[in-house]
């Protein structure tokens, strides 16, 4: 999601919710050069599975319509979050999005290289639930196949990756300082898996809800912050032992000490497809 967000930490998460999901007033051209808080840049070709979302209509050519990140999990099929898909981030229902695209094989969005394939259909998990985002999940139909080579393994159940301390990778084109400042190039930052307790002490559940949700998430960060997804990484993989175990979600700001992000826990939403 393209828009600056309030660095602050609030306390409800429900508020910490309605900030993170407020609406784009305007397709903003996009800023400066940056993604995923305290990442490095890393090329396509070594993680050709992280795709960008596109919609130059709603979001404008500067960065190549890029709003969400995606990844390639068969030729034909691409998992977002499914808050990606949704009015507050698009502005209007994706049924009227005539130009989605996936770009692959980009590394970086001023650039032409790599792909841009139509996509055919939208799948929303019916375990989303926009208010809790419990199940942030979707499943995009490209018009058009990519190689084998591009497709990541997910995650099962029981997966050892999902183990705390696991290391793991998230990429993006997001925002790399919380400030707005969205990145042309494609970044990564390493973060490690959290125990549900731990992600439970940093989001309780609140009055309205939005708190963590251990059965279709996990978190992930760094104790002492600076390593982060952020504003526009939505959508886009979390990485273990080479497997996909996560796809970015919500956070409270973006790599704060104690609040670490928030992923969809794929293992627990991906149907077998
Ligand atoms: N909701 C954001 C998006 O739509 C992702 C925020 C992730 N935040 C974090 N601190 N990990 O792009």
Known sequence: MRRPISRKRTA???????????PLSTPAPAAADSVVVGGQPVR????????????????????????????VV???????????????????????????????????????????????AAWISPQYDADTQAGDLAVLTLASALPRSYVIEAARSGDPAYRPGTNAAVYGWGDTTGGGSYAYGLRAADVRVLADHVCARAYPAGAGGGGYLPATMLCAGVAEGGRDACQGDSGGPLVARGRLIGLVSWGSGCGEPGSPGVYTRVSAVLPAL
């Open 12 to 22: 409800a998460m429900a508020a910490i919710v309605a900030t993170a999901f407020l």
């Open 74 to 120: 068969a030729p034909t099929k691409v998992v977002t979050a499914a808050h990606c898909l949704g009015p507050t981030v698009l502005g209007t229902d994706v049924k009227e999005l005539s130009d989605l695209k996936v770009i692959a094989g980009r590394t970086e969005l001023r650039e032409t290289g790599g792909r841009e394939i139509p996509v055919s």
């Open 44 to 71: 396509a070709s070594d993680s050709p599975w992280a795709v960008a979302l596109s919609s130059r209509d709603r979001f404008g050519g500067t960065r190549a319509g890029q709003f969400c990140g995606g990844v």
